[in-house]
T-cell receptor, first 114, second 112 residues
Framework: NAGVTQTPKFRVLKTGQSMTLLCAQD?????MYWYRQDPGMGLRLIHY???????AKGEVPDGYNVSRLKKQNFLLGLESAAPSQTSVYFC?????????????FGDGTRLSIL | QQQVKQSPQSLIVQKGGISIINCAYE??????FPWYQQFPGKGPALLIA?????SEKKEGRFTISFNKSAKQFSLHIMDSQPGDSATYFC???????????FGPGTRLSVLP
């Protein structure tokens, strides 16, 4: 039981390149979230999904796109990477408020944009 | 604009001491308040959580105190240990937006 798996773990990109971060979960959770973590800023929500086929914007969505074609996967895309997107990206899942369970986080993707 | 404010930014405590981290919020749609612990290179993991109908919750050495009228809540770590050295985040669930909002974090160092 892997829980929440993020790939890749590390990546270095050049400005203008594109890439996709993958979040995969095996817990059958409805909700999935993408956050970025920067020093002194905590975790800021980029996009999230409340179920398969749905997506919604969070606090800092600009420059990112997401897709949730399958319930177990939530993809975060950077179409044209910028140095300001250098960060650690975390994916989280949540079964919903009725479950009385917390969010489950992956171990992060460390992304550097040169 | 931070929806959840957290202080202090960093905290140094001697082994055996009490660590106290405070958080405050304004949004009345927030109705579930978890605390997360994060070690370097890892994702945050739930430490303890509370709902607003309870004023205090204790799990082992960790206690959350919640003041609904003041919109404040705090984490107390009793008998702090070097293994508690980590970054702690308070968070709140936005019942309207169906997402979690995090404080900026507190880096705790417990000296042996």
């Amino acid at each position: 039981n892997a829980g929440v798996t993020q790939t890749p773990k590390f990546r270095v990109l050049k400005t203008g390149q594109s890439m996709t971060l993958l979040c995969a979960q095996d817990m059958n959770h409805e909700y999935m979230y993408w956050y970025r973590q920067d020093p002194g800023m905590g975790l800021r929500l980029i996009h999230y999904s409340v179920g398969e086929g749905t997506t919604a914007k969070g606090e800092v969505p600009d420059g990112y796109n997401v897709s949730r074609l399958k319930k177990q996967n939530f993809l975060l895309g950077l179409e044209s990477a910028a140095p300001s997107q250098t960060s650690v990206y975390f994916c989280a899942t949540w079964p919903g408020r009725e479950s009385n369970q917390p969010q489950h986080f992956g171990d992060g993707t460390r992304l550097s944009i040169l | 604009q931070q929806q959840v404010k957290q202080s202090p930014q960093s905290l140094i405590v001697q082994k055996g001491g009490i660590s106290i981290i405070n958080c405050a919020y304004e949004n009345t749609a927030f109705d579930y308040f978890p605390w997360y612990q994060q070690f370097p290179g890892k994702g945050p993991a739930l430490l303890i959580a509370i709902r607003p109908d309870v004023s205090e919750k204790k799990e082992g050495r960790f206690t959350i105190s919640f003041n609904k009228s003041a919109k404040q809540f705090s984490l107390h770590i009793m008998d702090s240990q070097p293994g508690d050295s980590a970054t702690y985040f308070c968070a709140a669930f936005d019942n309207y937006g169906q997402n979690f909002v995090f404080g900026p974090g507190t880096r705790l160092s417990v000296l042996p």
